[in-house]
T-cell receptor
Framework: EAQVTQNPRYLITVTGKKLTVTCSQN?????MSWYRQDPGLGLRQIYY???????DKGDVPEGYKVSRKEKRNFPLILESPSPNQTSLYFC??????????????FGEGSRLTVL | QQQVKQSPQSLIVQKGGISIINCAYE??????FPWYQQFPGKGPALLIA?????SEKKEGRFTISFNKSAKQFSLHIMDSQPGDSATYFC??????????FGPGTRLSVLP
């Protein structure tokens, strides 16, 4: 089954404690990206990657890091989480064929609370 | 210039009615305009998408209308059903890279 898998699905942590949210896709997609969803603001792109070792900032990259060492994995790293990073996070992937105008496949989401 | 505006914020429609959600953008470099549907507790899923060289695209009960000169596009849901109750996001991107999403519209279809 084609899917994007995120872990953990729920996490409560404290300010400053480093955490990583993993994302893995089994569709051999070149493109992967991270979004945060906040009420009234919709989905805002944090980082995206067009392929292995190629990453770029989205609209809200501050406080986040990513890496793309393997095609299937795209972890999101919060080096020193703060309460304003409390949010619902989504990972997504897509093929870059057809000028990238393909479907974004989203994971189920990871709800993060930073106390 | 990267922003995509979306309205209304919420919408209540009777079963069988027409739901209309509108979006507007500024960046003329956008070349792909998808709509995503999200149910509670789930990730968004692609509903329908359009390119700017087409003014309308229809898939079943869902239609996108696109007005390039006005930089606006809209989603029409005909014969709305309770199962259509969800949050809808319009989006725009350039070469499938930096996707920009609207703030979302929460649709409730009353039985």
């Amino acid at each position: 089954e084609a899917q994007v898998t995120q872990n953990p699905r729920y996490l409560i942590t404290v300010t400053g404690k480093k955490l990583t949210v993993t994302c893995s896709q089994n569709m051999n997609h070149e493109y992967m990206s991270w979004y945060r969803q906040d009420p009234g603001l919709g989905l805002r792109q944090i980082y995206y990657s067009m392929n292995v070792e190629v990453t770029d900032k989205g609209d809200v990259p501050e406080g986040y890091k990513v890496s793309r060492k393997e095609k299937r994995n795209f972890p999101l790293i919060l080096e020193s989480p703060s309460p304003n990073q409390t949010s619902l996070y989504f990972c997504a992937s897509s093929t870059t064929r057809d000028r990238g105008q393909g479907e974004l496949f989203f994971g189920e989401g990871s709800r993060l609370t930073v106390l | 210039q990267q922003q995509v505006k979306q309205s209304p914020q919420s919408l209540i429609v009777q079963k069988g009615g027409i739901s209309i959600i509108n979006c507007a953008y500024e960046n003329t470099a956008f070349d792909y305009f998808p709509w995503y549907q999200q149910f509670p507790g789930k990730g968004p899923a692609l509903l329908i998408a359009i390119r700017p060289d087409v003014s309308e695209k229809k898939e079943g009960r869902f239609t996108i209308s696109f007005n390039k000169s006005a930089k606006q596009f809209s989603l029409h849901i005909m014969d709305s059903q309770p199962g259509d109750s969800a949050t809808y996001f319009c989006a725009a991107s350039t070469y499938g890279q930096n996707f920009v999403f609207g703030p979302g519209t929460r649709l409730s279809v009353l039985p």
